[in-house]
């Protein structure tokens, strides 16, 4: 199969194309990122001389890049997005266009190329705050921020493309994810680097808002699986069924970062900061796909590989980062 994944210089995305790589060995992948400041061609470099791998350098929205980049493509993995609730706060605009625009761009540019399938990345923020239960596939979506309702402006666009033009969609929504290569503005990288450094750890609010964590490694197994065995027009919640309260998880990373407690700094709470998320993962547990890495483990391997790929994220936390988040939350 010969993939296109878009937003693969990121996070997930470059989990994914190394995963993919290693799993099919019959696959070639086009990486089209735009390079914004979360990607980075430093995630790739050990497959970058990969003959069955290819970088593009170019914007979803831009129609004429999309179209050129789709050329014999047999599927899509729309992975590129902004991504950060904090940022969409302070610059909703490209939120707008990448998530929602650049989605119908992609939309568009399928359908006509008559494309095989797109295989859209969405997310559980689509959902809203769950106070109780769990939320299933068919659950109302009821976004809270700019960030999540983009995203649920291109998953929704998404499925209509389905019911109005049968284009072969299949949309995931996955739940937080951690590991390698995770830009150090989300919470995790943020934490353990901070910590590293002696840093204050700024804990929003009460600090008992809930995530569902899952290790990125499994996530990108869920996505290959969908990928090759979900049915079209449907969306699979991938969930790590291990939901932690912010001030656990802060504890944890401090105790395998050797690091004590008083780091921990409640700091004013995100506006509109959702409590919890809670996916119900069975449809694609149904599908044969269960994580394999337990939580506790995987945050140990993720704090280990920061501590030893400090040449990675320095470079990332300084200037413009420590300027953008004192300006939201004060100097840390
Ligand atoms: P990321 O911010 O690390 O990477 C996003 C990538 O998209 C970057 O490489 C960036 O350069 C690229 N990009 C941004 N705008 C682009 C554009 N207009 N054209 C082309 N490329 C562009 O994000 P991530 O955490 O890896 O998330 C990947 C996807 O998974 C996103 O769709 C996100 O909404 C979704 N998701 C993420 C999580 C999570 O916990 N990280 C959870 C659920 C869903
Ligand atoms: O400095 C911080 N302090 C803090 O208490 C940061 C950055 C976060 N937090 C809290 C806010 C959240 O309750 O930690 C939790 C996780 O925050 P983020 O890492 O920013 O993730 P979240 O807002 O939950 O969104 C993530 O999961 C869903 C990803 O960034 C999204 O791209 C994904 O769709």
């Not at 831009?62 to 610059?91: F, I, P, Q, W, Y």
């Not at 284009?167 to 910590?195: C, D, H, M, W």
């Not at 280990?304 to 939350?329: H, I, T, V």
Request: glycine share 8%; charged share 25%; with cysteine.
């Amino acid at each position: 199969m010969k993939l296109l994944v878009t937003g693969g210089a990121g996070f997930i995305g470059s989990n994914f194309v190394r995963h993919v790589l290693a799993a099919h060995p019959e696959d070639s992948v086009v990486n089209l990122d735009k390079l914004t400041y979360a990607g980075n061609p430093a995630n790739l470099e050990d497959v970058a001389h990969d003959p069955r791998y290819r970088f593009v350098q170019g914007d979803i929205c831009d129609a004429t890049v999309v179209r050129d980049a789709l050329k014999g493509v047999d599927a899509v993995v729309n992975m590129a997005a902004c991504t950060h609730v904090d940022r969409s706060l302070m610059e909703p605009d490209e939120f707008l266009r990448t998530d929602v625009f650049g989605v119908f761009t992609l939309l568009e540019a399928v359908r006509e190329l008559k494309i095989p399938r797109l295989l859209h990345i969405s997310t559980d923020e689509v959902y809203g705050s769950v106070e109780r239960g769990s939320s299933r596939e068919s659950d109302p979506l009821r976004p809270s921020n700019p960030y999540s309702a983009s995203k649920a402006g291109g998953d929704l666009l998404a499925l209509a493309y389905w019911q109005t033009h049968k284009t072969p969609v299949v949309i995931t929504r996955s739940s937080n994810n951690f590991g390698p290569y995770q830009y150090p503005e989300k919470v995790i990288p943020l934490f353990i680097t901070n910590a590293v450094d002696d840093q204050p750890l700024p804990l929003y609010g009460d600090g008992k808002n809930v995530r569902d964590w899952l290790y990125v490694l499994d996530n990108c197994a869920a996505i290959d699986l969908v990928l090759r065995k979900g049915k079209e027009g449907e969306v699979y919640n991938i969930g790590g069924g291990h939901e932690v309260e912010n001030i656990v998880l802060t504890r944890q990373i401090l105790k395998l970062a050797g690091k004590p407690e008083t780091l921990i700094t409640p700091v004013k709470d995100r506006p509109g900061h959702d409590r919890r998320y809670s996916l119900d993962a069975k449809k694609v547990q149904q599908l044969g796909w269960a994580p394999r890495h337990k939580f506790g483990d995987a945050l140990a391997t993720t704090v280990a590989w920061y501590r030893a790929r400090e040449a990675w994220w320095r470079p990332l936390k300084s200037g413009e980062f420590r300027a953008y988040y004192a300006k939201q939350y004060g100097a840390r």
